[in-house]
């Protein structure tokens, strides 16, 4: 590793690694994990939080200073409401701090709304009666439609799957029908993954997730892009050069942006679902594990299916023009000239 103010480097200029050695392990390992996702998935289900099946949220402001949010815990506990949601803000009054409480109760599944509206009510008076009437004040008390939750649940899904859509085809214009199907299935392995690890921790599915999910859908092709993009600079370069070796070339000349652009993403998502709260930690955490797994598949997921579909349609005779056309170059169109500093002559 080599490191100079205004230049970090990973990996040597000539670093040079057989990546696609190993390419059927990892492609098996990532099917063992898109299908362990399902498998989680269809068990245990999506969390929906309030946001799609709405339910009851209760706004509290305590009178006096000591009102604290264990309390809360304590009585949602005793009710089983083990699934609410609490968030928590402050003001400065007088130069005190004082906590205002909301609390979201998620409608359970076929239940009416004068079913939330009772469990809501029954929670305000359990909790005034273990902290007393006079130390609790209910600043409001708001029944959310689900109806509204199902149109965002729709627009999310729908987002996800034309952004999949618009990213096929604008892989199969910018380079060609090889590399736009790796690129998608990539994407889908992605988000699988993703949705499975929140699903395994029981963490709710918000708006905020969606957002996380078309998130990590971006940087992914993002990085997918960067390694396609030197696949077909190297091709053109040296095209009588096996496909093998110039998916592994490629991604060698990668690895220094692979690896620095993702350790940065990484560090700033650890600290935020270390310290973060709420709906912050659960989008922080859901982009951590879509970065670490979106780096792993742009190498080993996205490029072996690009192997794959370039020897499918050689089975076929399909050749793209630019390599027949370059084959019979001995020296081929530099396209990438290094870029030479004149120095000043000395007087």
Not at 126 to 141: A, E, F, P, R, Y
Not at 231 to 260: A, C, K
Not at 312 to 335: C, E, H, I, M
Request: overall charge positive.
């Amino acid at each position: 590793m080599t490191f100079k103010p205004g230049n970090i480097q990973i990996f040597p200029n000539d670093y040079h690694f057989d990546f696609m050695k190993w390419r059927t392990v990892t492609i098996g390992v990532s099917v063992l994990l898109v299908i362990a996702a399902l498998i989680v998935i269809s068990l245990k289900g999506l969390n929906y939080s309030i946001d799609f099946l709405g339910g009851a949220e209760i706004q509290l402001q305590p009178v006096q200073q000591g009102f604290q949010r264990s309390q809360i815990d304590e009585v949602l506990n005793s009710l089983g409401l083990t699934q609410a949601e609490v968030t928590t803000s402050s003001s400065l009054t007088n130069h005190e701090k004082f906590s205002s409480f909301v609390v979201r109760l998620t409608r359970k599944t076929g239940e009416d709304e004068n079913a939330t509206t009772n469990r809501a009510s029954a929670f305000v008076q359990s909790l005034k009666n273990k902290v007393g009437n006079d130390n609790l004040q209910v600043s409001s008390m708001t029944n959310i439609s689900g109806k509204v939750g199902k149109e965002d649940e729709y627009k999310g899904y729908l987002a996800l799957m034309l952004s999949c859509v618009g990213i096929l085809i604008y892989v199969a214009f910018r380079f060609d029908s090889r590399f736009a199907p790796g690129a998608v299935l990539c994407l889908a392995h992605n988000v699988l993954i993703a949705l499975g690890f929140m699903t395994l921790l029981c963490k709710p599915f918000t708006t905020s997730s969606i957002a996380a999910f078309l998130t990590i859908v971006g940087y992914s092709i993002n990085d997918t892009v960067i390694v396609y993009d030197r696949i077909r600079e190297t091709r053109l370069l040296q095209p009588t050069l096996p496909m093998v070796d110039v998916v592994n070339r490629s991604i060698s000349q990668t690895m220094n942006r692979t690896v620095l652009t993702s350790t940065t993403g990484i560090l700033a998502l650890i600290v935020l679902s270390l310290l973060g709260g709420g709906s912050i930690q659960d989008f922080a955490i859901t982009m951590l594990v879509g970065i670490i797994v979106g780096t792993y598949s742009s190498i080993y997921v996205a490029a072996p299916l690009t192997l794959a579909m370039d020897k499918w349609l050689a089975k076929f005779g399909f050749v793209t023009t630019k390599t027949v056309s370059n084959a019979n170059n001995q020296r081929p169109k530099d396209y990438a000239p290094p870029v030479v500093v004149r120095k000043k002559p000395q007087k």
